[in-house]
């Protein structure tokens, strides 16, 4: 239903997810790449489902709405490597975190729940796809 109601499309690491916002403003990267400032987007992550390692050059910030996400890290080297898991949720009671962030140049993934999943995940500098790689 979630996936009709916010116009949600498959995202090439897995899940679905669509572009909500996009900053007006630009920033020019030291290597003379123009991206905006930043980008949002949902992403839903159905029950059992995962995404693949991957990582992208920008920071991003995973916020909690609904369900809870397991994200893990894979370090920044050429192949991600399994590090910590962090849940990304609002029960802050539970050891929930409702915002995770994985620094630019990071690998990680989503590891598969028990039900459904919405967040929302930021990325500063705007998220481009030609900046994104897959495991």
């Known amino acids: 239903m979630l996936t009709e109601t916010l116009g949600l499309t498959p995202h ?14 630009t920033v020019t ?27 992208v050059a920008s920071d991003e910030t995973w916020l909690a709405h609904t ?17 910590e898991v962090v849940t990304v949720g609002v029960d802050v009671a539970a050891g929930q975190h409702p915002q995770a962030l994985v620094p630019a140049g990071v690998w990680q993934r989503t590891l598969p729940g ?15 796809f030609a900046d994104f790689e897959l495991g």
């Not at 039900?115 to 481009?128: I, Q, R």
């Open 114 to 128: 028990e039900a459904e999943a919405l967040v929302s995940c930021l990325v500063s500098p705007g998220f481009d």
């Open 12 to 25: 090439p690491e897995g899940g679905l997810y669509r572009l909500t916002w996009t900053s007006p403003q």
């Open 67 to 83: 369900g809870t996400v397991s994200l893990q890290y894979g370090g920044d080297g050429d192949a991600p490597v399994e590090g």
């Open 29 to 55: 990267l030291p290597d003379g790449r123009v991206r905006p400032t930043a980008t949002l987007i949902y992403f839903l992550l159905p029950a059992g489902a995962s995404s693949a390692w991957h990582k």
